[in-house]
């Protein structure tokens, strides 16, 4: 069964850093870029950047170049997304997920069950 | 940069109605469409890609259709876990999602 899984929920001030995992089982990890999107409260969906954990390719929204780093440790089959320091407006929910396995597909077809991230002073 | 617009914002049906949902690209993604349903409080599922194709497990009241820059969504006969938001996004150059309809009770 193919899980994406998510680290827990974090609590942050302004100006921290923070980290967020998201690991991958029960597929080859390597060979599917791993996606990550924003969830803002009682907001639509954003993407944000993807990561191919094979070779560590990465390509950002150009709303998010700049803003977070994402990466991938394809030796423990899990992804990141950081920031060096957290505004309160990056209050959301985060999902990770996989794309598609379905060969040419780019669509997301497996999920992570999501990270909340509130920054509050 | 594309930009993807759903119509409308919301939609009031109710059970066992059709519904058709709309999204626009601001410039042609051929057929490189998905559509997501995320129930309140729940992850994002995903329904159909390639503008038309169900994906896995997906009942067949869902269907996609469109190209270019105009697609549809259409849940023909609308039950009661069907109410959600409905996202399309694109992958024809990076990826973006539309703004969402939500398809409440009428």
């Known amino acids: 069964e193919v899980q994406l899984v998510q680290s827990g929920a974090e609590v942050k001030k302004p100006g921290e850093s923070l980290k967020i995992s998201c690991k991958g089982s029960?597929?080859?990890?390597?060979?599917?870029?791993i996606g990550w999107v924003r969830q803002m409260p009682g907001k639509g969906l954003e993407w944000m950047g993807i990561i191919y954990p094979g070779d560590s390719d990465t390509r950002y929204s150009p709303s998010f170049q700049g803003q977070v780093t994402i990466s991938a440790d394809k030796s423990i089959n899990t992804a990141y997304l950081q920031w060096s320091s957290l505004k309160a407006s990056d209050t959301a929910m985060y999902y990770c997920?996989?794309?598609?396995?379905?060969?040419?597909?780019?669509?997301?077809?497996?999920w992570g069950q999501g990270t909340l991230v509130t920054v509050s002073s | 940069e594309i930009v993807m617009r759903q119509s409308p914002d919301t939609l009031s049906v109710s059970p066992g109605g059709r519904v058709t949902l709309s999204c626009r690209a601001s410039q042609s993604i051929a057929t490189n469409l998905a559509w997501y349903q995320q129930r309140f409080g729940q992850t994002p599922r995903l329904l159909i890609y390639g503008a038309s194709t169900r994906a896995t497990g997906i009942p067949a009241r869902f269907s996609g259709g469109g190209s270019g820059t105009d697609f549809t969504l259409t849940i023909s006969s609308l039950q009661s876990e069907d109410y959600a938001v409905y996202y399309c996004q694109q992958y024809h150059n990076l990826w973006a999602f539309g703004q969402g309809t939500k398809v409440e009770i009428k």
């Open positions: 997920a996989r794309r598609n396995i379905v060969v040419g597909e780019q669509s997301f077809d497996s």
């Open positions: 029960g597929y080859s990890f390597t060979n599917y870029w």
